[in-house]
């Protein structure tokens, strides 16, 4: 019969390649880490226009004063500066290019910050797979000292129990 595998000898097998070489690392360690702070500490000032730029370009007054913008151009450009005083006449290709032009810069600004919120959450996983696995590691760790305990116990039991036997 095959002889099972402990849960020890399992993370030592995940952890081969990992940069954590012993288990015990992983008991006797505090691994948990604040994904915010390290990512916070790591920011660069791009890395911050980059998110206050997804913040507002995705918020809801973002969509509803540029709403109000687009509605005044086209009232100003077709009512108001009728004629030689108007800037952009119908079909308003200044105001295309203005759009075009927004679109072509706030994408890779949204993008940007994707793309560290997304490296942000697999720190975040990373983290609770290495907490989730420590956890793991201690309960069959106490799982054994519990089993070992209930061992000792009946022994102490039979023993007691012989004793009385012999009276």
């Not at 000032?45 to 913040?55: L, T, Y």
């Not at 500066?81 to 949204?110: H, M, R, T, W």
Request: net charge negative; charged share 30%.
């Amino acid at each position: 019969m095959e002889k099972r595998k402990t849960k020890k000898e399992i993370v030592k097998m995940l952890l081969k390649n990992n940069e954590l070489e012993e288990q015990d690392l992983l008991i006797d360690q505090p691994i948990s880490i604040d994904v915010d702070k390290q990512e916070e500490a790591k920011m660069t000032r791009g890395d911050r226009i980059a998110d206050k730029v997804s913040e507002i370009a995705g918020s809801w007054g973002f969509i509803l004063g540029f709403s109000s913008f687009l509605i005044f151009w086209v009232i100003l450009n077709s009512v108001i500066l009728k004629g030689e005083l108007q800037i952009d006449e119908y079909p308003f290709i200044l105001l295309n290019l203005l759009l075009s032009c927004l679109a072509a810069l706030q994408a890779p600004v949204i993008m940007m910050s994707q793309n560290r919120q997304a490296a942000k959450d697999s720190l975040r996983n990373q983290n609770d797979y290495r907490t989730d696995l420590k956890s793991e590691l201690i309960l069959e760790d106490l799982h054994t000292k519990m089993q070992e305990i209930l061992r000792n116990q009946r022994k102490i039991l039979r023993i007691i129990d012989s004793e009385e036997d012999n009276k």
